[in-house]
């Protein structure tokens, strides 16, 4: 089983439409869970950063966290064709030595 | 809002030769980091690397890796003889410290082409 699991995608969806992202992970260990945005040719801008379970937004975004299962959501309200990018899971134990997903890339039609 | 900054963005070397890639972190940071993605594949880490030494490394980074902090400003990961398997995108990430709300700043990265 791979520590970090997420569907590469590519999911598509029209404008407005609310996107959900999801990753799945192996090792309880873990307690710091981030999604990061990835345009092309660039590095992984930081969207969410939370800490054990629970939920945390941030204007469009909402992070969850659900340890129990071993499961992370990131919800994207109101989606604009500029949210077309890979979103990259990450997270770690307690230093910040991060373990990534493959990332799932996002299109938002207009 | 401060960023890290990574020079060059593209750098195309020969199998056997030494390359160094270069960043400027995040200025407050003291945590700093390279990480790569092999095309179509994962982030994965290489090193950390606080107070002039490396904290933790990965299988990856073995003794053709080096990282160094010369200066105040720089820090630097060599590649003494580049083999084919090293061509990824290079990034480089700071923190200001680790765990609770100290999360990874990454640059744009460096593409390194070994041919």
């Known amino acids: 089983q791979k520590e970090v699991e997420q569907d590469p995608g590519p999911l598509s969806v029209p404008e407005g439409a609310i996107v959900s992202l999801n990753c799945t992970y192996s090792n309880s260990a873990f307690q710091y869970f981030m999604w990061y945005r990835q345009y092309s040719r660039k590095g992984p801008e930081l969207l969410m950063y939370?800490?054990?379970?629970g939920n945390k937004e941030d204007g469009r975004f909402t992070a969850q966290v659900d340890k129990s299962s071993k499961y992370i959501s990131l919800f994207i309200r109101d989606s604009q064709p500029s949210d077309s990018a890979t979103y990259l899971c990450a997270m770690s134990v307690g230093g910040n030595k991060l373990v990534f997903g493959a990332g799932t890339i996002l299109r938002v039609k207009s | 809002e401060p960023e890290v900054t990574q020079t060059p963005s593209h750098q195309v070397t020969q199998m056997g030769q030494e390359v160094i890639l270069r960043c400027v972190p995040i200025s407050n940071h003291l945590y700093f980091y390279w990480y790569r993605q092999i095309l179509g594949q994962k982030v994965e880490f290489l090193v950390s690397?606080?107070?002039?030494?490396?904290?933790?490394k990965s299988e990856i980074f073995d003794d053709q890796f080096s990282v160094e902090r010369p200066d105040g400003s720089n820090f630097t990961l060599k590649i003494r003889s580049t083999k084919l398997e090293d061509s990824a995108m290079y990034f480089c990430?700071?923190?200001?410290?680790?765990?609770?709300?100290?999360?990874?700043?990454f640059g744009n990265g460096t593409r390194l082409t070994v041919t």
């Open positions: 939370t800490y054990s379970s």
């Open positions: 990430a700071s923190s200001q410290g680790v765990g609770r709300n100290s999360p990874l700043h």
């Open positions: 690397f606080y107070n002039n030494e490396i904290s933790e």
